[in-house]
């Protein structure tokens, strides 16, 4: 049985004109695309931002038609009148933003507003709603409002709205985009059981690969076209046409392809990587067979860390109004000059109220942020007269800043801070040029309005509007979320670059992945204080270290252990180099510590 | 100045009047409205300081919560007694300066009118923001303007369209507070300089969070759109409102309440 199944349909956009009506532009979203999904099936679909993923989301909830073709869900044509809230009550749809979702202002009315629309009755209303928050696990909270819920409990809570319709199909678009890993791993979780005990079709749209990767199936939808199908590690292991569409595989999948490499083999067998267990078998027959002659590149040598400190937080104690709490309790930190550190920890530990610090939005009450200018002056966040310099060296931007944008022109809002302070007009015009290159805005769209451009331009544009000031230290709040995997690897260059010219990155994230990877530092934040501060390399030199200090391995990390475990029982005593910072490091390292052991103990 | 809205703040806890039908709290509440300003001797604002500490004590708020609700009116208050003092010029003279003059008449009167809004904001508190869901409310409106659908009056168009509205402030409040912080790290301006400099910075945030708004209604219409929303035609209630005995006298009691206010005015 099918759950759904669209032949060449076709959508597009149309925007008319205000005046007469007319149809002013046409932006294609969906172009002849494909594609069969089973019913109890849980697949991935896969694509860039823009690519018309969520169009046929749209689509197979019948929230619009497509133009041309002939799209079936669960059997009915859905264009068919008749069988329009066929389809429709039986499809449910989680979006991506919780807040915009969320129509109950109480936990379970909000439950209760699907089966109330359709007319459900009421002992079986209150029984579906009860068993819907039970299920996703929010029934403590059942009288709670809404607006006082985190953002996993507002996602749980969409999902058991959701379920409470007792759909067939359930649509998740982008749905975990806004969430922290934790949240994330416990919302995935609730909907693969809804998919294996409840036999729910469930279509899954996301950038994550670790997400795809469990799936049964995975699509991938470029310019409304289905591109590439099939198995997930099927479609990892294509590794030019998944790169050429914009995916970024697993950590284990690309480690995979770089050991492959050093061991002369360019592509991999689909079996051998469809998952960690698989995979990091077929890694330890390669390791321990890879030929001594092998060319490794020889270990990339650390940056001298002896840095100045530009930035220093020291004993900052924070409570939030009507808590007893502590947020922030006796932290101190000292920032490097020139480095990139990245703040980590878990949803509601403080990372915001830190970084509001830094440039004095938040008035230290107790402890004090210092910054210590080029010229070697020091400028207090607790003295109301230093402010306004402080915030001239220190740009701030909280997570998605391209809801600041204000002006009717990108140029104008990039220059907005000069013209707050006053700066001529052929100044201005030098500083927002270069800050629009800096944050890798496109010069010739300056004159357009901010509103009518794509989020990851928009994001660009509000970095730019800090950057203009040539701040010294650039504080960005998850400078990556919401973007797809090509916009984040764009992002993380583009502040490697900020790096290179000389600027300071403090970067907050909950992903410790990428903080491991980008990072020069990691300072991971708990109970209010700086719990471990340090090189990635160090503080994750290995499991048992990590786990001495509390801390979650990054996954690149795991997995290199996982084989490393595996291989060590045929090189008893081997002696591992330390962990390389990407999979090409990390790669390479395994292959010297292992050609090394050969050789000094002859086998 | 955000933070300070305090509109739809519902208070969750268990009590009499968190309890009641909400039709009966609103018929109730027009019923003290119209009590409040027939108010006008010193034994009838005692009256209605008594019944309102019983309401209060029954509706188990805790003062600190009230006070957040009040606060943002005290200032409007004051104001008001103060024309009041200035614009009433009748009676004894107790105390002149110049133009200035303060008799009795006009003292009672200011102070007669402050109480009147204080116990305004109170009232609306005790008997529906801080008691009852947005949700309740709306349904109760609903319900009460329900006749006026045989004349085609969208009733309930109208009451969901406000439940939502509600459900957003707090929402809309959040957002405010962030575009507010990060434009001052860009350099907007909201506590010091000239008027036109705060206004301006005012407009850094106004805008935004004009554009937010309308991304949000496009997005929730499509959310309810999916979860099958077509109007009251059909729907069911997961709450319906249901007056049991105890709401019959917890309504009495409240009528009795009123009642002492108008005798005693």
New interface residues.
């Given amino acids: 049985m099918t759950a759904v199944k669209a032949d060449n349909i076709y959508f597009s956009y149309r925007s008319y004109s205000e005046e007469d009506d007319r149809p002013e532009s046409v932006s294609k979203a969906l172009d002849g695309l494909s594609i069969e999904i089973g019913k109890g099936e849980y697949v991935a679909v896969l694509g860039p931002n823009g690519s018309g993923k969520s169009t046929l989301a ?1 689509l197979i ?1 019948v ?1 619009g038609m497509p133009d041309e073709g002939k799209l079936a869900v669960l059997g009915y044509d859905s264009k068919d009148r008749d069988h329009f ?1 066929d389809i ?2 039986n ?3 989680v ?1 991506q ?1 919780p ?8 936990v ?2 909000d439950v ?11 002992p079986e ?2 029984e579906r ?1 009860d068993r819907a928050l039970e299920y996703v696990g929010l029934k403590d909270l059942a ?5 006082t819920l985190s953002g996993g409990q507002k996602q749980k809570l969409a999902v058991a ?1 959701a379920l409470a ?1 007792e759909p067939e199909i359930l649509i998740l678009d982008e749905s975990t985009s806004m969430l922290d890993p934790q949240s994330r791993e416990e919302l995935l979780e609730i909907v693969g059981k809804i998919n294996r005990e409840k036999k729910t079709t469930v279509i899954n749209i996301t950038h994550d690969m670790n997400e795809a990767a469990g799936c049964d199936r995975a699509f991938v939808i470029e310019n409304g076209k289905v591109t590439l199908s099939g198995r997930p590690y099927e479609i990892f292991a294509d590794r030019k046409a998944a790169s050429g569409s914009g995916l970024m595989c697993p950590v284990y999948v690309d480690l995979a392809f770089e050991i492959a490499a050093l061991a002369g083999k360019e592509s991999l067998d689909p079996d051998t990587i469809i998952n960690e267990e698989t995979c990091s078998d077929f890694l330890s027959d390669l390791l321990l067979n890879i030929s001594a002659s092998c060319e490794v590149p020889a270990p990339v040598s650390a940056d001298d860390p002896a840095r100045d400190v530009i930035l220093s937080v020291r004993n900052l104690d924070h409570t939030y109004e009507n808590s007893e709490e502590k947020v922030l309790d006796d932290f101190s930190l000292d920032i490097m000059r020139g480095e990139i550190l990245a703040v980590v920890g878990r949803s509601g530990c403080g990372k915001t109220t830190l970084i ?1 610090h830094l ?1 004095g ?1 938040l008035k230290p009450s107790s402890g004090d942020v210092v910054f210590f200018t080029p010229d070697k002056r020091e400028l207090h966040a607790g003295n109301k007269k230093d402010l306004r310099e402080l ?1 001239k060296h220190v ?4 997570q998605y ?1 391209e ?4 002006e009717e022109t990108i140029y104008k809002d990039i220059g ?2 000069l013209k ?2 006053d700066i001529d007009e052929k100044d201005r015009d030098k500083l927002i040029r270069q800050a629009a290159d800096a944050a890798g805005f496109p010069q010739e769209m300056l004159d357009r309005s901010p ?1 009518e451009m794509s989020g990851g331009r928009k994001r660009r544009a509000a970095i730019a ?2 950057l203009v ?1 040539k701040p010294d230290v650039l504080v960005l709040d998850e400078p990556a979320s919401g973007l797809d995997p090509r916009g984040r690897i764009e992002m993380f260059s583009m502040l490697g670059q900020l790096k290179a010219a000389g600027t300071t990155v403090v970067l907050v994230s909950h992903n410790m992945d990428e903080a491991q990877r980008y990072a020069d530092r990691i300072c991971i934040i708990r109970d209010g204080k700086a719990a471990v501060t340090g090189r990635p390399g160090d503080i994750f030199e290995n499991e048992g270290k990590a786990r001495s200090l509390g801390l979650a391995m990054p996954s690149l990390f795991v997995f290199s252990e996982m084989i490393q475990k595996k291989t060590a029982a045929a090189l008893p005593g081997i002696l591992w180099e330390k962990h390389g910072r990407t999979p090409a490091d990390e790669a390479a390292a395994m292959v010297r510590s292992i050609i090394r052991y050969r050789r000094e103990h002859d086998v | 100045m955000f933070k300070d809205i305090s509109l ?1 703040k ?1 208070y ?1 806890t268990d009590s009499v009047i968190h309890k009641a039908d909400p039709r009966i709290k609103f018929v109730l509440y027009i019923v003290y409205v119209v009590a409040i300003f027939t108010v006008r001797t010193i034994p009838g604002l005692i009256a209605l300081t008594g019944v309102t500490l019983l309401m209060f004590i029954a509706a188990k708020i805790p003062p600190s919560v009230m006070w957040s609700s009040v606060k943002p009116v005290v200032p409007i208050a004051v104001f008001i007694f103060i024309i009041n003092i200035l614009s009433i010029r009748s009676g004894k003279i107790l105390w002149e300066w110049g133009m200035i003059k303060v008799t009795d008449e006009s003292l009672f009167k200011a102070f007669l009118m402050m109480m009147r809004l204080l116990f305004l904001i109170v009232i609306t508190s005790i008997l529906l923001t801080l008691t009852t ?3 309740k409310i709306s349904d109760a409106l609903e319900k009460l303007f329900g006749p006026l659908k045989k004349i085609r009056v969208p009733v309930h168009e109208v009451a969901m369209m406000m ?2 509205a ?2 957003f402030i ?2 809309l409040t959040e ?1 405010a507070q ?2 507010m ?9 909201f506590d010091t300089g000239s008027f036109v400099r705060r206004l301006k910075g005012y ?2 945030v106004i ?2 969070l004009f ?2 708004s309308f ?2 209604a496009d ?2 219409a ?9 109007g009251g035609e ?7 409102l249901r007056i049991v005995p105890a709401d019959i006298l917890t309504g009495f009691l409240l009528l009795a309440g009123a009642a002492v206010i108008f005798i005693i005015r």
Avoid at chain 2, 234 to 240: A, C, I, Q, Y
């Fill in positions: 749209k909830d929230l809230w429709r009550e499809c449910a749809y979006f933003n807040d915009n979702q969320l129509i109950g202002t109480i379970e009315e209760a507003f699907g089966p109330e629309n359709l007319g459900v009755p009421l209303l209150r709603v009288k709670r409002q809404t607006a709205g319709m509001s440039n939005i915030r740009g701030l931007l909280f800043p809801y600041q944008l204000f907005y801070g707050v302070l509103f509007g800090v000031m | 739809g519902y969750e869901t947005p949700l439940s939502i509600l459900r707090p929402t957002e962030k575009i912080k990060a434009q001052v790290s860009r350099g907007a301006d407009v850094t805008i935004p554009v937010s991304k949000r997005e929730l499509t959310a309810m759109d999916a979860r099958c929303y077509r059909g729907r069911t209630k997961l709450n319906p």
